[in-house]
């Protein structure tokens, strides 16, 4: 999900600009030789990696990727969505009322380590938890400040601030998570604690579709058993502060590509949202090359969808060209079998496609991509290198 502050401090889609923290459960790894940042290098090794399990929110395409970290003194398991488009950790609590009915809640007065901020404030994302878009502001959050011991793995609890959820639109309620894990480009709460102490400074992400499962997060290091090829990194701008963002160089449809396609742009990377968004003419762009049968979906505006019994026609690989570590060009793929991602609602025949036109003033023309692409890659966050890294993942 993108918030305002992410993007305010340079990262993906909230309204505040504050820390974050990362996940769960030890789980033995592989780890594939990589070359280290400087930034890296020179980190102490008091800490090793560890990776959690992520379940796959699957509502006839894939949404979600959450999982478990623990919070407080005894700890609370409480599953979350780990988001690299935020950069605050927040989570349904006993102090939110019946719009949180349906979550696991944190309850502050179980924990000895709780300590109470008394500051309010409300967060607005503008991508949500599905691939509708968002519809002013639908996706809000009313947040309370504090601190707690968070815990991830095998790895240290450490005390950090956080936000407990008081009070959420409806479009939150009915998820099987309780709220999100903010992980930006600057790793901070309990990622910048925990590589203070010696903890490797990046993450990897397995995304994988549903019939694949077996999706995980590894913080503190990648687990080289979930892809082949050697990872190709590229650098992130000096200006992407907080924001996992790419600057890309072009973009085709099956080789072809257009005036619009064919110009430079910022990509924004947010494990957070399940789909693609697009200023509106790329979006155009792109389905004028992919079939004519692709209209914008009147009902819920910024959406384009075409008739379900033509979905098996298409066959078109959007490709997306960006420019790695070593000044050459590489090309990250969305497959045909993302076009669809199933039937509106409102109109059973009709199928909606997976990029969303967007021209919001957060994203300011940016493009941001989601599940739809990094569900095919094994991606690699690296928060020291300042650099983003992907390999084509295994599929068992």
Same mark, same amino acid.
């Given at each position: ?16 600009? !504050? ?77 939110? =009322? ?90 901070? =709460? ?6 203070? !102490? ?100 009147? !009902? ?51 199928? !909606? ?35 983003? =890294? ?7």
């Amino acid at each position: 999900m993108f918030s305002l502050s992410t993007y305010s401090a340079a990262l993906a889609i909230c309204t505040i600009t !504050q820390l974050t923290a990362a996940t769960l459960e030890p789980h033995k790894i592989a780890l594939y030789p990589w070359q280290p940042s400087l930034r890296t290098s020179f980190k102490r090794r008091d800490l090793s990696g560890t990776s959690s399990p992520l379940a796959d929110y699957f509502l006839g395409t894939d949404l979600q990727w959450y999982g478990n970290i623990s919070v407080g003194t005894p700890p609370q398991t409480i599953p979350v969505l780990f988001d690299t488009g935020s950069s605050t950790i927040e989570f349904a609590s006993t102090l939110c =009322g019946q719009s949180c009915a349906n979550q696991t809640l944190f309850d502050p007065s179980k924990s000895s380590t709780f300590l109470d901020l008394h500051n309010v404030r409300s967060l607005v994302f503008s991508t949500g938890l599905g691939v509708d878009p968002v519809v002013g502001d639908n996706y809000r959050l009313v947040l309370r400040g504090a601190m707690d011991q968070i815990g991830f793995g095998n790895l240290p609890p450490v005390k950090v601030p956080l936000f407990l959820i008081t009070e959420q639109t409806s479009k939150f309620g009915g998820h099987p998570f309780s709220g999100i894990f903010g992980l930006s480009a600057t790793g901070e =709460g309990l990622l910048s604690s925990l590589i203070s !102490q010696g903890l490797p400074s990046l993450f990897g992400m397995y995304l994988t579709p549903f019939a694949v499962g077996n999706s995980e997060i590894m913080i503190g290091g990648i687990d080289g058993s979930k892809f082949e090829e050697k990872p190709i990194f590229a650098p992130l701008p000096p200006e992407s502060g907080s924001t996992w963002q790419l600057f890309s160089s072009s973009l085709s449809v099956n080789g072809k590509t257009t005036v619009i396609l064919n110009a430079p742009r910022t990509v924004i990377f947010d494990s957070g949202t399940s789909n693609i968004l697009f200023p509106s003419a790329t979006a155009h762009a792109i389905y004028s090359l992919v079939s004519p049968d692709i209209q914008p979906f009147s !009902q819920l505006p910024g959406t384009y969808g075409i008739p379900c019994d033509r979905v098996s026609s298409l066959s078109s690989m959007i490709e997306i060209t960006f420019t790695s570590e070593a000044g050459k060009p590489f090309n990250l793929t969305i497959p045909t079998s993302e076009l669809s991602v199933g039937p509106f609602k409102s109109n059973p025949s009709i199928c !909606q496609t997976l990029i969303n036109a967007f021209d919001g003033y957060e994203l300011s023309g940016r493009s941001l991509i989601g599940g739809s692409l990094l569900k095919h890659y094994y991606s690699i966050w690296d928060i020291g290198g300042r650099r983003l =890294g992907f390999a084509p993942s295994i599929k068992a």
